[in-house]
């Protein structure tokens, strides 16, 4: 009969509570942009609100059908897919989640005040630009979280 220390089984609970967090499949190259572009045709939809309405209902339903399939292809793909708000992340998860969360409503501020000053098409190029650059800084910086995740539970 083996016997573990209460050392041993805490580290093993702690590696399994933390495996959805940092056991997942490297993230593909065209994630950012894809998203970038997702966020872009979006708002780019709405300059043709008021000319061709009927044109940019349709082209929502299609882009809101689009999300809905990538979220559930990543999900798929991921396993257990740990969403930001949901359980509870190692630390190190945490603050990477922490600064999403501040950076976000700031770059939705600054995509606001471009579709405001310059209007839809160039809102959509400077959310682009934002959220393309911002995936990426955020998946690189969460792929540094998890190593040191995976060190630390080593």
Do not use: C, N
């Amino acid at each position: 009969m083996e016997s573990y220390d209460a050392r041993e089984q805490l580290d093993i609970v702690q590696r399994a509570e933390a495996a959805p967090y940092i056991d997942y499949p490297a993230t593909p190259w065209w994630y950012s942009p894809v998203i970038g572009a997702w966020v872009a045709a979006m708002i780019g939809v709405f300059s043709w609100w008021r000319s061709h309405l009927a044109l940019a209902i349709v082209l929502l339903v299609v882009l809101v059908a689009l999300e809905g399939a990538f979220i559930a292809w990543m999900r798929q793909r991921h396993g257990a897919l740990p969403m930001p708000g949901r359980g509870t992340p190692p630390r190190e998860i945490a603050s990477v989640w922490r600064g999403y969360g501040f950076t976000v409503p700031a770059v939705a501020l600054v995509v606001a005040l471009t579709w405001w000053l310059a209007g839809a098409p160039v809102a959509a190029g400077v959310a682009f630009v934002l959220v393309t650059a911002g995936l990426a800084i955020y998946e690189r910086r969460y792929a540094v979280a998890a190593a040191k995740v995976r060190s630390r539970l080593a």
